[in-house]
């Protein structure tokens, strides 16, 4: 049985038969920020997702938060400086979040540009950014052979750096963050709770609801919906009967987690035989080597031999390593589509130039249904898409508090300071001696931000709630326990994936075995443990 007192089933009361200002379908990146924006700003808002928070689209990112350097080859230069603005506005407000990591890209003799021009290219793009960023240089191969001696350089012409940033756990935390950040003033969330269906009655919208992690059906009320649901969002409008002007075409993508490639830590660019580029971009002891773009029919996707096979190629090509990656290098894959936006009318998908399809987001507002769709997006552009959610709403009629953007970023300086001053005191870095692993009290501040106190709290009180609980996975016990209470962790495969990035980083099978797993499992689940270790056991494991 469920515990009654868990902060799921808690919210799940507070949904059912309740009544709320705004309710948001997507507990993706675009869901996450409408929540945390319209209840920072006083709206009564009620967050639902159908499976895990971010478990669609936004786990299957590259990390990257970025301007988007390769937009500039179809010329989309109001897009990326909108983006650039927008990572430089994520830079300063998650500063342990959020690093500035170079792009070092190696250009060959079959590459689309010549060293010199990519740099013309790399500096332009500096200057849109605002040059926010480091200086972008110009290599050449010597420097490259120096600098990266893991890059094969045989039939390289130079190559160039230029500045993005990346997210420093994963996308999908990040997500969490935004609702986190929107509970802790009062919106009500929760995950594994489907929108079955939703009418219009006396101009407000009544909404039926699956518990997919129980047997119940919930309903609420609400006057406006936000339809943040990803690649899903045309099916949802149709099933309430709004129109729009765009819809979703969806293009997928992998990405492929093996052991760390270079010690330095940048990302690694490089163009592969159909000249798109592709990443070899740092996660902690591993490298991710991504992306593919694929159009694909369906949303729902998977990493095929082929996929697999074409990526580690293009990599063992460009990299001089000891002996090349193979499938049995591969601790984990990342699969995903982007939902595209494109004109509802005009041609189908089928003749859609692919590669030139903008990245751009739109959002559209039925002002006679009162529904929001917001199409597209990236993590990039979070903050913008919060913001224009905010103005759609207000257009509708709802009164939002003025937005004093308190709504996203990490706690202030002097916080920060605090914590890091308490933990300097309590000796909390020398607990842990590991000498390739980031200190203690940079890891906690980092994932848990304010919340990070309590865990001094705790350990002060309990050195055994300072010890790793799952070999190699780098979690304490208080971490366990807080995450219990405050994460709506709901299967293990949540905290392993998404709350975390162990799945990510620690081989399936040193998972399964390790000892700690079942104390995870007691810790976070309680009574249900056994069940939830079983239906974890269920899921193929990546042989
Ligand atoms: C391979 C790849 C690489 C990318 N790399 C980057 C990058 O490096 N940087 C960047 O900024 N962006 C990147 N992106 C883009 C970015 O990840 C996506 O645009 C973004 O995650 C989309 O978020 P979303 O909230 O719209 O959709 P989703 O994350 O898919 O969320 C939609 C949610 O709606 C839920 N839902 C659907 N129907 C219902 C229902 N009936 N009831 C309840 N819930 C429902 C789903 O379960 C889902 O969780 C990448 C995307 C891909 C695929």
Redesign the pocket.
């Known amino acids: 049985m469920n515990d009654p007192t868990s902060l799921r089933e808690r919210n799940l009361d507070r949904l059912d038969g309740g009544s709320f200002d705004v309710l948001i379908?997507?507990?993706?990146?675009?869901?996450a920020v409408a929540a945390a924006v319209l209840s920072g700003r006083g709206a009564r808002v009620a967050l639902?997702?159908?499976?895990d928070f971010?478990?669609?689209?936004?786990q299957?990112?590259?990390?990257?938060?970025?301007g988007g350097f390769k937009y500039l080859e179809n010329y989309e230069l109001l897009l990326v400086r909108k983006l650039c603005m927008s990572r430089n506005r994520l830079i300063r407000a998650y500063p342990d979040n959020i690093k500035v990591v170079g792009f070092y890209a190696a250009l060959d003799e079959s590459g689309p540009y010549a060293p010199w021009f990519a740099g013309l290219g790399a500096a332009a793009y500096w200057a849109i950014g605002g040059f926010k960023t480091p200086r972008p240089r110009v290599l050449s191969a010597e420097h490259i052979e120096a600098e990266e001696p893991v890059v094969n350089t045989d039939e390289v012409r130079g190559g160039i750096e230029y500045f993005d940033a990346y997210l420093k756990d994963n996308?999908a935390r990040f997500v969490f963050s935004f609702i986190r950040s929107a509970m802790d003033v009062g919106a009500a969330a929760a995950n594994y709770l489907?929108?079955t269906s939703a009418t219009r009655v006396d101009g407000r919208w009544e909404a039926q609801l699956e518990d997919r992690d129980g047997e119940r059906s919930l309903s609420l009320n609400a006057d406006i919906i936000i339809n943040?649901?990803?690649?899903?969002v045309d099916g949802?409008n149709r099933s309430w009967g709004t129109t729009t002007d765009h819809r979703i075409v969806y293009s997928k993508?992998i990405?492929l987690v093996v052991p760390r490639i270079t010690d330095n830590e940048r990302v690694l660019a490089f163009y592969d035989d159909t000249e798109r580029l592709f990443y070899v971009i740092p996660m902690g002891r591993r490298s991710v080597i991504?992306?593919t773009d694929t159009r694909v029919d369906t949303a729902y996707s998977e990493v095929t031999d082929e996929d697999r096979a074409f990526l580690l190629a293009q990599i063992n090509d460009r990299l001089d390593l000891d002996s090349p990656l193979t499938p049995s290098d591969v601790i984990a894959e990342r699969c995903?589509?982007?939902?595209l936006v494109v004109k509802s009318s005009g041609s189908s998908q089928k003749d859609v130039d692919w590669t030139k399809l903008s990245r751009k987001h739109e959002i559209e507002v039925d002002p006679d249904q009162s529904v929001v769709t917001?199409f597209?997006?990236?993590?990039?552009?979070c903050l913008n898409v919060g913001e224009e959610i905010a103005e759609a709403v207000s257009d509708l009629g709802l009164a939002l508090e003025p937005d004093t953007g308190t709504w996203f970023g990490e706690p202030a300086k002097a916080t920060r300071d605090a914590f890091f001053r308490r933990a300097r005191l309590m000796k909390l870095d020398s607990l842990r001696v590991k000498p390739d692993i980031e200190p203690l009290s940079e890891r906690l501040w980092r994932r848990y931000g304010r919340r990070a106190f309590d865990m001094l709290d705790a350990i002060e009180a309990d050195v055994s709630m300072g010890q790793d609980i799952l070999e190699n996975a780098d979690y304490l016990r208080v971490e366990l326990y807080v995450a219990a209470r405050t994460e709506m962790i709901t299967n293990l495969e949540d905290f392993l994936r998404r709350r975390s990035k162990i799945d990510l980083v620690v081989p399936d099978s040193e998972i399964r075995s390790s000892d700690g797993l079942r104390e995870v499992a007691e810790i976070l689940f309680g009574d249900r443990a056994e069940e939830k270790l079983n239906e974890y056991f269920a899921i193929p494991a990546l042989s």
């Open positions: 379908v997507g507990g993706g990146i675009n869901g639902i997702d159908r499976g971010a478990a669609f689209t936004s299957a990112s590259s990390n990257l938060v970025w996308d489907e929108l943040a649901a990803g690649p899903f949802l993508g990405h991504g992306t995903g589509v982007r939902p917001v597209g997006g990236k993590l990039t552009d």
